[in-house]
C-alpha cells in the first residue's frame, strides 16, 4: 500500500484504513436505539439534545425509523452521506441501529475520535460534497469517499491529537453554548417586550380593567376592544393584467419582502391571474400558517398569491402595531382554536373566523407611541444579536480551522 504525504504526515486512501459495516435489519423486527439524521447535531459530533428523551439508550427502545436499517457498535463512526455538507459525524456509544444514509465505519487503523474529526475537517467536507450526485437530495458514494486520502499517523500521535482536540474543542463549544444561550435569552427578552407593550401599554402606573377577552387578559382601563373586521377590512382586488409589479412572500420569521430577497428565483410572477394587489401598509395573513404568527405589514406595493388574504386597515388603525400584537404569541392559541382543519399543517385562519376576534385597540396616538418603543427597543437587542452570531460565526470558523490544522499536520501537537 503507497503512502501520499501531507505536511509531511503519511496518508492512506480511507477503505484501507477502516471497514465498512455491511450489517442491515428490519427495523420492525429490532427494537435497539434507532438514529436518524435529525438525530446527530451538524458540525459538531454530538447527538442532538433530547434524541432519547429521559432514558439511557441502552434502556430506550423503540420501533420507528426506516423498515431497512444499518446497525452499528460502540467505536464506530457514523457518517451522514446525504446533504454531506451539515457535517454529521459521531462516534457510536452503544449497539443500535440507523438510517441507510449513515455510511456505517468500523475503525480498523484509526483512533475513532481521530477518524471523527477527520470526517468534521473541512477539506474532507469539502471533497465529499464536490462528489455529490441529485440536486435536491445531494448524496455522497462510498466509491469516491472509501478512495478518499486521509491523514494517517500512528495511533499514539492520534491519540495525542485527539486529547488536544477534545480539549480545545470543549473551550470553544462551551463558549459557542454561552453565546447561543445569549440568543435565546435576547430573543425570549423581545418577545417579552413586545408582547407587554401591545397588550400593557407603556404607562406602568395605568390603572388595568379586565378586557373580557380570554386570551389576553386586562388591559389599560382607556383601552377598548374590538372586532378585527372593524379594524380591517378584507381587500380582494385583482393585480393589473402585466407582470410589472414586485413578487412578494411573507416569511414567519422576517414578515413581508420581495422574494428576490429570499430566494434564488426572479422577482417578477409570470402570470398576475389571480394574484392580490398590495399596496404598503397591508396587512398580509397567510392562511395557512396564521397559527404560528404569518402575519405582515407590506412596506411595498406588490403582488401575492391568492394562498395570502389582504387586510387594509380602517380610520384610526396603525397596522405595525397590529403586526407586533399577532406576531408576538399571545395571540397563537386562539388563532389555532379558530382554524380549521384536521392536523397542524392543514389548519387554515379564514378571515370570517378572524375577523370575528377580539382583539385590544389603543388610542391611535398610544398605537404610535408603542410601535416607535418597540423600534427602539428591539433595535437594542438587534444589535446584541448580530455582536452574538457575528462571535458564533468567528468560533466556528475557529473550531473548524483547528480540526483541519490538526488533522493534517499544519499545526504539530505534542
Not at 136 to 141: F, N, S, V
Not at 148 to 168: C, G, H, S, T
Not at 254 to 270: C, H, M, Y
Not at 301 to 330: M, Q, W
Request: contains cysteine.
Amino acid at each position: 500500500m503507497r503512502l501520499d504525504t501531507t505536511c509531511g504526515r503519511p496518508t492512506v486512501r480511507l477503505k484501507y484504513a477502516v471497514q465498512l459495516r455491511r450489517m442491515q435489519v428490519d427495523g420492525m423486527d429490532d427494537n435497539r436505539p434507532y438514529l436518524g439524521l435529525e438525530h446527530i447535531e451538524p458540525g459538531t459530533g454530538r447527538l442532538a439534545e433530547g434524541t432519547f428523551g429521559p432514558t439511557e439508550p441502552e434502556e430506550f427502545s423503540v420501533t420507528s425509523g426506516e423498515s431497512l436499517c444499518n446497525t452499528f457498535e460502540p467505536g464506530d463512526v457514523l457518517f451522514g452521506k446525504l446533504r454531506p455538507y451539515l457535517t454529521k459525524a459521531w462516534i457510536a456509544e452503544f449497539s443500535g441501529r440507523c438510517t441507510t444514509e449513515f455510511l456505517v465505519m468500523q475503525p480498523v487503523n484509526f483512533n475513532s475520535r481521530f477518524l471523527q474529526y477527520i470526517c468534521l475537517s473541512p477539506g474532507f467536507i469539502d471533497a465529499v460534497n464536490a462528489s455529490t450526485y441529485g440536486s435536491k437530495m445531494p448524496r455522497a458514494d462510498w466509491n469516491f469517499i472509501g478512495n478518499m486520502p486521509v491523514p494517517l499517523p500512528a495511533l499514539d500521535k492520534q491519540n495525542i491529537i485527539a486529547d488536544y482536540l477534545d480539549k480545545e474543542i470543549l473551550k470553544l463549544d462551551d463558549m459557542l453554548d454561552a453565546k447561543k444561550r445569549l440568543l435565546d435569552l435576547l430573543e425570549e427578552k423581545r418577545r417579552s417586550l413586545i408582547t407587554r407593550a401591545v397588550t400593557r401599554g407603556l404607562n406602568s402606573s395605568a390603572q388595568m380593567r379586565d378586557s373580557g377577552v380570554e386570551w389576553l387578559g386586562p388591559i389599560p382601563k382607556y383601552w377598548k376592544t374590538k372586532r378585527v373586521k372593524y379594524l380591517f377590512r378584507l381587500i380582494t382586488e385583482p393585480a393589473p393584467p402585466d407582470n410589472n409589479f414586485e413578487l412578494l412572500s411573507l416569511y414567519t420569521e422576517v414578515g413581508v419582502l420581495p422574494r428576490k430577497d429570499i430566494e434564488a428565483r426572479g422577482n417578477k410572477a409570470t402570470t398576475t391571474d389571480n394574484y392580490w394587489l398590495v399596496k404598503p401598509g397591508d396587512l398580509v395573513v397567510n392562511k395557512l400558517l396564521a397559527w404560528m404568527g404569518a402575519f405582515g405589514v407590506s412596506n411595498y406595493e406588490g403582488v401575492t398569491s391568492p394562498a395570502y388574504d389582504i387586510l387594509r386597515k380602517l380610520n384610526g388603525v396603525n397596522s405595525i402595531y397590529y403586526h407586533h400584537l399577532f406576531r408576538c404569541g399571545i395571540c397563537f392559541p386562539e388563532f389555532r382554536r379558530r382554524s380549521t382543519g384536521i392536523m397542524d399543517m392543514r389548519l387554515r385562519l379564514y378571515f370570517d373566523q378572524f375577523g370575528d376576534m377580539r382583539v385590544p385597540v389603543p388610542p391611535e396616538n398610544d398605537q404610535y407611541a408603542i410601535v416607535r418603543y418597540i423600534q427602539q427597543e428591539t433595535a437594542k437587542l438587534d444589535s446584541l444579536r448580530n455582536a452574538a452570531e457575528k462571535t458564533i460565526g468567528l468560533l466556528n470558523e475557529r473550531r473548524s480551522a483547528l480540526i483541519s490544522a490538526a488533522v493534517t499536520g499544519k499545526l504539530e501537537v505534542n
